[in-house]
């Protein structure tokens, strides 16, 4: 008799694999230069300061053991202070909490601010990684479009003034992840202004704020309210491998979600977390780092846009390439971006379609296009391949 299958749990019905990550596998074809990747240029990467800060911190061995759940004491102080500075107000250490990742934060916080059926309001074009877990938690998701300004107040308002009530709306406030672009000091103030009013949850999802080119991003949405959720990551800054995600929470919020993260992990990892905050608090290195890192990706950010424009021209709109790691790139010619991905592969290209992002809208004619991982001279002759399977297409 052949055994019964057991069943896995009825919430994974309907969860997909991120087609991003399932093209990734296609695109690492070594002739094939792919603008599809969201990685950070590990060339950029901190690798023998990271290696000191190591040495340093295994010294003793007390870096070797478990720690306080909420995240290392030193480190939680170092991101209070920085914390601070950004939102300009004393931020108590009880509101700051270290996850695996900003990612685990949004895990995390879904479990603790979600029921199932609760409403989230997500952006449209979406971070994946968000959507993933939202709907993991069985949450309704309503999306509102994003435009130069970053997430439509006025959709969100329509959706409020229809009688619907979010438990959470999250956006990207800084140089968002696909779309590009960052939300406006007005529309910071409204979002804040409707969360008081509504009594909902924003969760400002921050790891590329300080990854700026021309000039810094407005305050944070949490300068001006209470409700909102700051999350921010030294993996676009420092390196992913750290693992060092943090939330800006309220201490109620806090507490719980460290309940769950006992049971999630128990703690974090104390070694990369005194190294992160070895590095932090080294701030003239720091400073000259992240400078670094500006310049390479505002350089390679400005080649690839005018790049586009140049051999696009009408064809294309794109994002302004003013902070963060991507493009957003929409055709006006009505070219099909899923149809295009095999001509591009051929002709050695990759990109991520729209349609990868989309979650009320199709985006079918537009695409995410990663700038951080190839030098100018290589991002141009990625443009060109494009535009040469854009003419075969
Ligand atoms: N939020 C956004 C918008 C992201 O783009 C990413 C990474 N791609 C994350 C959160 C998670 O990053 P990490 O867990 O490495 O901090």
Redesign the pocket.
Known sequence: MSPIAPPLARRLEGLQSSAIRDLLKLTARADIISLAG?LPDAELMPRDRIARAAAAALEGRSRLQYTESPGWGPLREVLAAREAQRLGREVPIDEVFVT?????A?SLLSEVLLDPGSLVVVEDPA?V??LQVFRAAGARIEAIPLDAEGMRLDALRDLLARGERPAVVHT?SNF??PGGVTLSAARRRELAELAGTYGFWVIE?D??GELWFDRPAPDPVATYSPNVIR?S????ILA?AL?V?WMVAPPRVCRAVELLKQGADLCGSALTQQIAADLLTDTEWLTGHIDAVRTAYGTRAKALVAAVRDRFGERVRTSDAAGGMFVWVDFTDGTDTNALLPTALDAGVAYVPGSAFAVATDYSHSARLCFTTSDTAVLEQAVDRLARAHTLG
């Open positions: 969201g695996h990742g900003s990612q685990q949004l971070y990684g968000a990207v968002h992840n999802d790891p590329y999350l990551s030294v993996s676009k992913p693992r995600g």
